[in-house]
């Protein structure tokens, strides 16, 4: 018997890596993307323990799960530094930013 492709390997692999880049645009996308392929993955994954002599593409299943792992945690940091910046500088009177500016140029 032939093997099928897994439903969504690729598309989980696909949303791993957009974690990861999401991770640049104030974390957000990250966190989205990121919740996506792990959703994905663990029903690929469930279907595979199933049946794994049905199907093929487990690596990109894995691969991309590993992706949103990490694409979660850096849109995490990403997102705690937002929010740490907003209070620190936004706190400041314009005037003292300004001078703070000054002094490390």
């Known amino acids: 018997m032939e093997k099928q492709t897994l439903p969504n390997s690729t598309?989980?692999?696909v949303f791993g890596i957009l974690s990861i880049l999401g991770c640049c645009c104030y974390g957000i996308f990250g966190i989205v993307f990121g919740i996506v392929a792990l959703?994905?993955?663990?029903?690929?994954?469930?279907l595979y323990t199933e049946n794994?002599?049905?199907?093929?593409g487990y690596?990109?299943?894995k691969t991309g799960k590993i992706?949103?792992?990490i694409g979660l945690i850096l849109s995490g940091i990403s997102i705690i530094s937002?929010?740490?910046s907003f209070i620190v500088f936004g706190t400041l009177d314009p005037q003292e930013l300004q001078g703070i500016m000054e002094q490390y140029q």
Not at 39 to 46: H, P, R
Not at 52 to 56: K, V
């Open 52 to 56: 794994p002599e049905l199907y093929e």
């Open 39 to 46: 959703v994905l993955a663990k029903k690929a994954t469930e």
């Open 11 to 13: 598309l989980i692999l």
């Open 82 to 84: 937002t929010i740490i």
């Open 67 to 69: 992706l949103a792992i």
């Open 59 to 61: 690596n990109n299943v």
